[in-house]
């Protein structure tokens, strides 16, 4: 009886179960070109947006930037046309204050001048009403028409000093002021205080309160 040999099939088991389970190890090198491939491109795709991104906001930014220069040099000019006038207004408003100071130092006395006029013209009057009197005429009625012509052009030129606020300074009686008065000299008098106004040999005048000239006076003495 001969003996029958088995082929050994465990070892070609084995062999294909490792052969298979390598295989489902090692991965498939295809698949990962294409995974990288993908990977790659959603790479490029993203780099290409954002570039994109970046040119669109420099081309905004760029926009943005010419209006705001557009803007100022707008504003620039409307500066200086500003400038341009208020320059010429100003040469302007010195000009005409010149011709005023001038015209004041010129005509400044205009209206006063204009009041004295009255005043001349009763003068004259009166010195010619003088002169035609018929000299057998009574010496008392002469003096009469001379007092009364007097007294009319005193009274004229006190209204004409009264409306350009030239005061009058008759301190007779008053306590002396040296601001005001000048003393000529001092006498004693038994009824009077000491420093007090004996005598005005010239009244004073001060225009709107500043002294134009003092009043001339004799003083009693201590």
Do not use: C
Not at 21 to 32: F, K
Not at 101 to 108: L, M, R, T, Y
């Amino acid at each position: 009886m001969s003996d029958t040999v088995k082929p050994d099939t465990t070892s070609a088991v084995d062999d294909s179960v490792v052969e298979t389970a390598a295989s489902a190890d090692e991965p498939n090198g295809q698949d990962t070109v294409e995974v990288l491939s993908g990977t790659v491109e959603t790479a490029e795709e993203i780099a290409e947006e954002m570039a994109d991104s970046s040119n669109n906001e420099d081309s905004l930014s760029v926009k943005e930037l010419q209006k705001q220069v557009e803007w100022l040099q707008s504003q620039l000019q409307d500066t200086q046309d500003q400038l341009v006038r208020q320059q010429a207004d100003i040469d302007n408003t010195r000009k005409r204050m010149q011709r005023e100071v001038e015209d004041a130092h010129k005509f400044g006395l205009k209206n006063f001048a204009v009041e004295l006029l009255p005043v001349k013209d009763s003068m004259e009057l009166h010195d010619a009403e003088l002169s035609n009197a018929d000299k057998n005429q009574d010496e008392a009625v002469n003096l009469s028409n001379l007092q009364e012509g007097s007294t009319l052009i005193l009274k004229i030129l006190t209204t004409a000093m009264d409306k350009f606020n030239i005061e009058e300074i008759n301190p007779m009686g008053e306590k002396f002021n040296p601001e005001l008065h000048q003393a000529m000299s001092m006498m004693p008098s038994p009824d009077a205080e000491p420093n007090t106004v004996l005598i005005v040999h010239q009244k004073g005048y001060q225009l709107n309160g500043r002294l134009l000239r003092p009043a001339l006076v004799i003083v009693s003495a201590e």
